[in-house]
């Protein structure tokens, strides 16, 4: 892995921290959560921070989550839709 491909961010409550996720994210990936960090005003690290902002939005509600994501989920697979390819392209 060259020094290109290791663009490294960070996001976290540094008082209350004990437990730390290294997740690996496609470029459009990336680029789409680094755009929404920098729309909600985010300087520093927006990605990793915009990440960290959705998962703590998640996890606040995560029994409805789970339930729209099943519905979302039952849908597109009737419609024929492959989730797992949903940002390619953007």
Not at 7 to 14: L, T
Not at 26 to 43: E, V
Not at 69 to 76: D, I, L, N, P, V
Request: charged share 25%.
């Amino acid at each position: 892995m060259n020094a290109r491909n290791r663009k490294i961010e960070y996001a976290c409550d540094m008082v209350e921290s004990n437990f730390w996720v290294h997740i690996g994210l496609l470029r459009n990936q990336r680029a789409l959560l680094t755009k929404t960090g920098k729309r909600w005003g985010i300087k520093k690290n927006p990605c990793a921070n915009a990440a960290w902002i959705l998962i703590m939005l998640a996890l606040a509600d995560l029994p409805s989550i789970e339930q729209r994501w099943r519905q979302s989920e039952a849908y597109a697979e009737a419609e024929g839709f492959d989730l797992s390819r949903y940002l390619d392209g953007m």
